[in-house]
């Protein structure tokens, strides 16, 4: 996608609510400018009644010029009013769907395109580059369309009542109005690409150092980081300062373009005073509206000047709306009957960075409907890796995973993340109640479908001890829980998903012993008629699982471990002998 095409196919969506915007704001203008000009006809013309004869003060109509004063103020507070009302209202809905397209575009990739990017940079494009996107339609369009049609209208009454200034007034006001902020605009570009560039950078540089600040302080780092976050802090002042520094100058650019403007009208229009060809009154109110046109152009010097940090995160934005996802679905998917089994054949995946190494090579592996599983092995050895390949977060470089006999390649991805779920080792807790974070697994569940999850992963009965049950608020990423409810909780979450395959990555991570075997001990009945593939180092007690795979790690020195069931049970069809790593 092209510089801007995403915002003009948002633009193009709300163009009734911008152009009512742009309406609104061309309305103030040419008030502002019509107020000012009656304001230096009807002073003129009532001095210089006064100063001659009676017949003279008599016969000038007081009536007429003090109405349009009063109708242009009431119609410029409206219209000011009423602009600020639509302008604001359309670009929160502009910035709504900016930030909904991306966040989807973000949705669509793979977890090892997400992994390209740190954290606190995505957090920046979603908020502070979004953000300043109300720079090109709130601070720039529309101020630069409506001040354009308000000069437009200016030169016409210019050309009508004094044609010798017109052509001088137009030139100087379609420069102020568009050379000077192109210029500005380009002379912005680096400072806006700082400003963009350092907000993420200090927003994922606190985003890292609050997670790790335990290790930091361990390590006595925190002079270093403290460094580190200064330069940061100074790289964005800087930026400020300059781009600050332009907005002055163009400024000060427009004061000398209405001073110039301002001195063609004098200098032709007093030539036509003294020829008769003019009033005087009408001299007055052409400089003063002249005046109150120039001073439309303020708001189009903000906006270009800030134009630059606009650009930087159009350009940071559309560089993740533009990737395209590398897992697709196939032109026509095949659904998979729901009780289907799961099996692996082949399977050999290496990471990208590593293609000569592979983490699992040549993986036989079959999962009944309803069957435990457990993976076992080091770190590294690819369990974390196999179930993602499963739920088909990543593709194999070689091999088969079929579900129902269908190759998963051939399936929507919508299918397979509706039929499988998985608990990864950080399975987040969220910040809000319980209840919020259980209705996660199934957005429609109700108060029996919540407590029925809870008390299969043991953690109904504290929930009922809490004054507010359901409702009871766990704080940020579950810190008013322990490690151990917390994991319930999550388990629970998954639990009440209506996934028929349960994928667990280290379920038991950070419980203490007692608390993990009685986690372990309760999964059978918690999981009860679902198929279940654990990846695991704990220890577990007999009956857990039907079944283990033993995986290496990654090296090409270890003796391949064949796959044993842990707790054969004569019914159940069982796994071909396979082999993992290298």
């Known amino acids: 996608m092209g510089r801007g095409r995403l915002l003009a196919q948002i633009y193009r969506r709300h163009w009734p609510s911008l152009a009512a915007t742009v309406a609104l704001a061309l309305l103030t203008a040419l008030a502002g400018a019509g107020l000012l000009g009656v304001a230096g006809w009807f002073l003129t013309g009532a001095a210089l009644a006064g100063a001659a004869s009676a017949s003279a003060a008599q016969a000038f109509n007081l009536f007429a010029p003090s109405a349009l004063v009063r109708g242009f103020s009431f119609i410029r507070i409206g219209a000011r009013y009423a602009e600020r009302l639509a302008g604001h209202t359309a670009t929160l809905h502009l910035l709504a769907e900016l930030r909904s397209t991306l966040f989807r575009a973000l949705a669509r990739l793979s977890p090892r395109q997400l992994a390209r990017y740190r954290s606190g940079d995505l957090v920046a494009r979603l908020t502070s580059d979004v ?3 109300d720079t090109l339609f709130l601070t720039l369009m529309a101020p630069l369309l409506s001040a354009l049609l308000a000069g437009l209208a200016m030169t016409a009454i210019l050309a009508w009542q004094l044609p010798a200034a017109a052509g001088a007034v137009a030139a100087v006001f ?7 902020p192109a210029i500005l605009l380009h002379q912005a570009k680096a400072p806006g690409q700082a400003i ?6 200090l927003r994922a540089a ?45 400024q000060g650019l427009i004061q000398a373009a209405t001073g110039i403007a301002l001195l063609a009208i ?7 005073v003294d020829r008769g060809q003019l009033a005087p009154p009408v001299m007055a109110g052409l400089l003063l509206g002249t ?19 606009a650009l930087a995160a159009l350009v940071r934005i559309e560089a993740i709306t533009s990737v395209e996802t590398d897992l697709r679905d196939p032109p026509a998917p095949r659904m998979p009957p729901a009780g289907s089994a799961l099996q692996v054949r082949g399977l050999h995946y290496a990471y990208p960075e590593a293609p000569d190494r592979p983490v699992l090579d040549g993986l036989d592996l079959d999962l009944p409907p309803g069957s435990r599983t457990a993976l076992t092995g080091a770190s590294g050895a690819g369990k974390s890796t196999l179930l993602h390949l499963l739920l088909r977060l990543d593709d194999p470089q070689a091999g088969h995973i079929f579900y129902g006999g269908i190759d998963l390649r051939a399936c929507a991805q919508a299918t397979l993340h509706a039929r499988m779920a998985l608990l990864a080792q950080d399975a987040p807790l969220f910040l809000g109640t319980i209840r919020t974070n259980l209705l996660i697994g199934d957005p429609q569940a109700d108060d029996a479908s919540l407590w029925h ?19 009871t608020w766990i704080g940020e990423t579950g810190a008013c829980l322990s490690v151990g409810q917390a994991r319930r909780l999550a388990l629970a979450r998954i639990l009440l998903s209506p996934a028929e395959i349960l994928l667990l990555d280290e379920p038991t991570a950070g419980l203490d012993a007692d608390t993990e075997a009685e986690f372990l001990a309760d999964l059978p009945r918690a999981t009860r008629g679902r198929t279940v593939v654990l990846a695991t180092h704990a220890p577990l007690p007999p009956g857990v699982v039907d079944q283990t795979m033993a995986l290496d790690a990654p090296d090409p020195s270890r003796i391949r471990r064949p796959y044993t069931p842990a707790d054969p049970n004569p019914g159940r069809p069982s796994s071909r002998p396979g082999r993992a790593g290298r």
């Open 131 to 133: 953000d300043a996107l």
């Open 266 to 272: 004098l200098w032709t229009g007093l030539d036509a």
């Open 453 to 471: 999850a809870l008390d299969a992963a043991r953690l109904g009965a504290f929930v009922r001890s809490l004054p507010h049950g359901l409702d």
């Open 206 to 250: 606190v985003q890292e150092a609050t997670e790790g600040h335990a290790d930091i302080l361990s390590l006595a780092l925190s002079g270093h980081i403290l460094e580190h976050f200064d330069q940061a802090c100074g790289r964005a002042a800087r930026a400020r300062n300059a781009q600050a520094n332009l907005s002055a100058g163009g």
């Open 174 to 180: 379609l420069a102020a109005c568009l050379l000077v």
């Open 196 to 201: 963009q560039d350092s907000a993420a950078q």
């Open 291 to 309: 005046l109150g046109l120039f001073e439309t152009i303020g708001p189009v010097m903000r906006g270009a000047t800030r134009m630059g940090a």
